[in-house]
């Protein structure tokens, strides 16, 4: 197991951009860092209240970005990918609200869902 240590990032809630096509308002941002034997490690993790095919529900996208600035993940990336997380079950419908609970990034998270070719400590 990797000794990879994240730290969220001040503020610990930020307005996010858009995330999915069928996203209905704002979008609200938690982040991580963590420093890499090559580079930094950088969860994004974005909720907002989506609309898919009628069904309104709080869903999540996690990026996972390996660059060589935390303060610039997106122009410094060298890899990245994402997984999406429906919210439904989780006891607020407010994104903001979810944004602020969001429970910090793990090593272990890095290790299963960083980028291919990556470093995981």
């Not at 197991?1 to 996010?16: I, T």
């Not at 995330?19 to 580079?39: H, I, M």
């Not at 490690?41 to 069904?55: D, E, H, I, S, W």
């Not at 060298?78 to 919210?87: F, G, K, P, R, T």
Request: aromatic residues 10%; proline residues 5%.
């Amino acid at each position: 197991m990797s000794n990879l240590v994240f730290e969220r990032r001040e503020p610990l809630v930020c307005k996010g951009g858009d995330a999915a096509e069928y996203q209905v308002g704002d979008s609200w941002d938690a982040r991580w860092t963590a420093r890499l034997s090559e580079g930094w490690a950088v969860v994004t993790q974005t909720f907002y209240l989506a609309n898919l095919k009628g069904r309104r529900f709080v869903e999540s996208r996690v990026e996972f970005i390996w660059c060589r600035d935390p303060a610039d993940p997106g122009g410094t990336e060298l890899a990245s990918d994402e997984v999406w997380i429906d919210h439904t079950d989780d006891m607020s419908d407010d994104p903001r609200v979810l944004a602020e609970q969001a429970v910090d990034s793990t090593a272990a998270e890095w290790e299963r869902y960083g980028p291919s070719g990556a470093p995981r400590k």
